[in-house]
Each structure stands twice: as structure tokens, then as C-alpha cells.
């Protein structure tokens, strides 16, 4: 097991160990053997299928086969970043033209990690309870996977973009699965006096997690940082929420750490005073992040992100003593 500290850790990579092999996935159905006859209207309706094919990403971390896929997306208003006003937030976001009608654009990017033996799901996405989302099963069955071959689930922290896919339906989705979650996430977020004098925005959240713990009563409650098998670790970034974890996946001597909510478009890296609204700890937050991206930056440490563009693969880097997000090469790595 890595020895990671409850407060802060060490990501234990060197500089060139994060080079990543990838292979595109994309899963079309176009049409065969096309006439020079065929009308326009036939062209537009191949390119609407198109454009609702799942998107999906495979790279590879040693042994590791890791998929990238997406529940879908939706955008967060301007104004849901304390530490800035929604006018500066705007102003971000149309600096780096990623400023939509309906604030910033997150993507929900889930990560099933295959090692030969098991296949491991990283979160399972809203499931319909937000934005355009619901698309995980569909990517899945793209892909040809089928929710009873999930061996475990980890569940990153217990909001329900992260653990809607678990229970939508009022269903056990994945049969099978192994569910991890931290044990002080869970003692949270089922506990009916902060459901009570929580927000609207988040009673979803304490619904859903109460549904999950229905419908998975073997659901592993873990304690910080945690081993599930070989190579995988839960590691420990409280702040966001009590029990908030990122994933270390390590072989080979290469690298690559899961780090959910603690980057967000637009706002990060640049700033670690800007949170989100959904956070609980506001300041445990600010230090954790303020800890972690230097340290991410120093160390070029290869990172995936829940909420980053798909697929949502990238590093931290110093650009003239400011930090800034940039997209990993994952495509033809192997060529």
C-alpha cells in the first residue's frame, strides 16, 4: 500500500514516469455503400447520428487499461464561484472562449479502469439529475460493457454527479460491484440533521446518497487512504466534501492520479482561492488545492479530472510563475 498521510501526500512520481500509450475509441454505425444518388437530407441525418455517437478515450498506465467515457454535461452559472464575483468569472471564461450562454460548461468524464482481472468504475455520473446527462449506460454499451461485468465502483465523494448512476431508476445498476466510498462522506450525507438545514441545491445529494446505501448495504466504507488492489489507492483530499478521495493508479513506473472535484474549468489552476458552490469546507478546500497544484506542477504528475473538457486528461504546469491547465497527449501515443 503507498503510505499517503490523511492531510497531505506524497504523489511519489518522477518527472518522465506519467508518458502515457492511447488509442482513440470512437463506436460509429454509418450506413454502407453509399450511392452517388443519395439526397442531401440522407448526408444530414448520417451527420446528426454523428454527432450523438458516445465519446470515449483509452490509455494505458502500465498495466492498466484506463476508458474514459462521459455521462453527459451542463453549465454551471457564473455565479457559482465564491471567491469571485460572477462578472470576473464571465470575464475568465471569455478569455479562454469557453464562456457559454449558461455559464461554464462541466463535463461529467467517468474512468473504467481495466487491470486483466477487474474492471473498476470511477463515479457514475449524475444519471439524468442534472444538465444533459444520463449517457454513461449508453457509452458502456458502445464500448461493450455491461454494468453486471463492473467489479467495483469507487465512489469519489458522495454528490450526486458523481453517484447518480449507481441507483438511477431505484435500481441496483451495478449488481456486482463492490462499492467504496469514505466512511465520513457517508456519515454526512446520511445524516438527517444536515439534510435538514442543508441548501435545496443539495437535498438531491442526501437523497441519493440515502438511496445508495439501500440499495448496496455491503457498500465498503473506507477510511482516507485506502488500497482496493494493486496498483490502485484511494487517496485523501478532504475539503470539498468530508470524505472527498482522489484515485492514485500506479505499475510500471507510471503514474496517474484521479483528483474528481478539486479542478474545475476556467477558475483552476490559475486560482486556488476559488471554490465551488456545492463545497462544504471552503477553507479545507483553498488548502488542500493550494498544496496540490504546486506540488502537481513540480512534479509534471499526470492527472484526470471529473469536470475538465473530455477527456479530461492533463497537467499543471508554471507558465511565467502562473499555473495553467494543459491537455495531455493521450491519441496515437503507441505510434
Known amino acids: 500500500m503507498i503510505n499517503l498521510s490523511r492531510r497531505a501526500f506524497t504523489f ?3 518527472a518522465g514516469s ?5 488509442s482513440l475509441s470512437l463506436h460509429a454505425a454509418f450506413a454502407q455503400g453509399q450511392t452517388q444518388g443519395q439526397t442531401s437530407s440522407t448526408t444530414q441525418e448520417q451527420a446528426g447520428h454523428a454527432k450523438s455517437l458516445p465519446p470515449a478515450a483509452q490509455f494505458k498506465i502500465g498495466r492498466f487499461t484506463i476508458t474514459a467515457l462521459a455521462d453527459g454535461y451542463a453549465d454551471m452559472p457564473f455565479g457559482y ?5 460572477a462578472k470576473q468569472v464571465e ?4 478569455a479562454m472562449a469557453m464562456a457559454k450562454p449558461g455559464g461554464i460548461r462541466f463535463v461529467f468524464n467517468q474512468y473504467l479502469v481495466d487491470d486483466g482481472e477487474r474492471l473498476i468504475l470511477i463515479d457514475t455520473g449524475p444519471a ?10 449508453s457509452a458502456m454499451e458502445a464500448i461493450g460493457v455491461r454494468p453486471d461485468s463492473i467489479d467495483a465502483v469507487i465512489v469519489t465523494h458522495m454528490h450526486q454527479d458523481h453517484m447518480g448512476g ?13 462499492v467504496y466510498v469514505d466512511r465520513r462522506d457517508v456519515a454526512y450525507w446520511t445524516d438527517p440533521a444536515k439534510r435538514a438545514s442543508a441548501p435545496d441545491y443539495l437535498k438531491a445529494s ?4 440515502a438511496e445508495m446505501m439501500r440499495l448496496y448495504p455491503k457498500l465498503q466504507q473506507t477510511d482516507g487512504d485506502h488500497q482496493i488492489v494493486r496498483g490502485v489507492s484511494l487517496v485523501d483530499m478532504t475539503g470539498h466534501t468530508p470524505g472527498h478521495i482522489g484515485v492514485h493508479l500506479e505499475d510500471g513506473g507510471q503514474s496517474l492520479i484521479m483528483v474528481s472535484d478539486m479542478l474545475f474549468p476556467v477558475v483552476h489552476p490559475a486560482a486556488t482561492d476559488i471554490n465551488f458552490v456545492f463545497e462544504q469546507d471552503l477553507e479545507a478546500a483553498k488548502a488542500m488545492r493550494a498544496k496540490f497544484f504546486p506540488r502537481a506542477a513540480e512534479e509534471k504528475v499526470l492527472i484526470a479530472a471529473t469536470h475538465m473538457p473530455f477527456p479530461g486528461l492533463g497537467r499543471i504546469i508554471s507558465d511565467g510563475g502562473k499555473m495553467r491547465w494543459m491537455a495531455a497527449e493521450w491519441a496515437y501515443q503507441d505510434l
Do not use: C, H, W, Y
Request: glycine content about 16%; charged content about 20%; hydrophobic content about 40%.
Open 12 to 14: 511519489g512520481l518522477s
Open 18 to 22: 506519467a508518458a502515457v500509450a492511447s
Open 81 to 85: 464561484f465564491p471567491g469571485r464575483d
Open 206 to 209: 442526501f437523497d441519493i446518497s
Open 128 to 137: 439524468g439529475t442534472l444538465g444533459k446527462t444520463g449517457r454513461l449506460p
Open 166 to 178: 449507481l441507483v438511477a431508476g431505484g435500481r441496483q445498476n451495478f449488481p456486482k460491484a463492490e
Open 91 to 94: 470575464e475568465m471564461a471569455n
